[in-house]
Nanobody, 123 residues
Framework: QVHLQESGGGSVQAGDSLTLSCTGS????????MGWFRQAPGKEREGLAT???????LYADSVKDRFTISRQNSDNTLYLQMNSLTPGDTAVYYC?????????????????WGQGTQVTVSS
């Protein structure tokens, strides 16, 4: 069983930066990925980035120049540094563990998920 808890969300202005954290515990497998997804109202869950325990990353084109994913293997803590935020980044951000490493499409029933943290960007 895996428990994931996101933190760091909030309300910011366009152009601001924000760092999300996710603390994981339980059976997080070393040969799988942790990652960040987000879901805006009325939209499907969107994959943003994944990272292996080796540090290999995969980014969505929409965020690769603005967001940075990192992972602290010692305690399964995951981070997402977000820069140059825009109102289009407003969503609930979810942390996942034991997920695919080679794709960012959302697959229901795959991986473990946190409860999410709200990020709101105003213009």
């Amino acid at each position: 069983q895996v428990h994931l808890q996101e933190s760091g969300g909030g309300s910011v202005q366009a152009g601001d930066s924000l760092t999300l954290s996710c603390t994981g515990s339980g059976d997080i497998y070393t040969n799988s990925c942790m990652g960040w997804f987000r879901q805006a109202p009325g939209k499907e869950r969107e994959g943003l980035a994944t990272i292996k325990d080796t540090g290999t990353t995969l980014y969505a084109d929409s965020v690769k120049d603005r967001f940075t994913i990192s992972r602290q293997n010692s305690d399964n803590t995951l981070y997402l540094q977000m820069n140059s935020l825009t109102p289009g980044d407003t969503a609930v951000y979810y942390c996942t563990a034991n997920y695919f490493c080679d794709r960012l499409t959302y697959s229901k029933g795959v991986g473990s998920w946190g409860q999410g943290t709200q990020v709101t960007v105003s213009s």
